[in-house]
């Protein structure tokens, strides 16, 4: 995925297809490759998929937070021109993605979430960074899927080489600090914009009471379960993910 990667300016992005933009956002720990499964099927299902690089530790300290990186996903969307988008993201880029939401409503077509950060305090990496201990992040790093084969050797080395890096440890810090700062509990309720939430049932990070939650605070939005599924469900599940996604943009004429 890497290798397909477009530069322009000062932004970074996978793109494929024709059609409507599905605009997706990454987590913290969560690289471009996470979405092979979506950037597989919906480019060959009439859609444009676009992987949006986050700037995650580019950011100076003080502008490394949520709302910054909705502002910088704004900005790329006006550059490129893309309008009624679908906006999808994973943890704290479900994060980004609803409070791009919130904060530029006009651009966005429809929002989905998954394993999203926004409600839950301790969905931001909350005793992550315990640096130098190889087998403790690889523990937290398989917690996350429900099948902890998942968690490959790279997956693990990734994570453990972003917490022993002391400027992108410090930038992870800032960023899960402003996660807990922008809690949308009471922004969700005025946000029209229709929503797919799917989740995986055995969610450690944002369990499954999280989901509930957001479908109830949210006053358009469908909730989708996948079992024997954790944190992320479009690795883990992803044609049964790809499925839910398409039945539900299909059912809603987008």
Known sequence: MKN???????????????????????????????????????PKNGYKVVILELPLYDLSLLKTSVANFAKYLREFLE?????????????????????GTKMYPELVKALVITGSSGLYES?????????????????????VFYDPKIATKEIVDD????????????????????????????????MHTPTCIIWGRNDNVTPP??????????????????????????????????EILYKWLTARNL
């Open 4 to 42: 397909n990667l477009r530069e322009d300016g000062k932004f970074s992005y996978v793109e494929e297809g024709e059609g409507r933009p599905i605009i997706i956002l990454h987590g913290l720990m969560g690289g471009l490759s996470n979405f092979e499964g979506v950037m597989d099927f919906f």
């Open 79 to 99: 550059l490129k021109g893309y309008k009624d988008v679908i906006l999808l993201g994973n943890s704290l880029g479900g994060h980004i993605a609803l409070l």
């Open 123 to 143: 969905a931001m990496g909350e005793s992550y960074p315990k640096r130098g201990d190889y087998e403790y992040i690889r523990k937290k790093a398989e917690n």
């Open 159 to 190: 994570v453990f080489e972003t917490v022993n890096d002391r400027n992108k440890l410090i930038k992870t810090l800032a960023i899960a600090k402003s996660a807990i700062r922008h809690n949308m509990s009471k922004d969700l309720p005025k």
């Open 209 to 242: 009471e999280v989901a509930e939650d957001f479908y109830r605070l949210l006053p358009d939005a469908d909730l989708y379960w996948i079992e024997k599924c954790g944190h992320a469900a479009m690795m883990e599940h992803p044609d049964a993910f790809n």
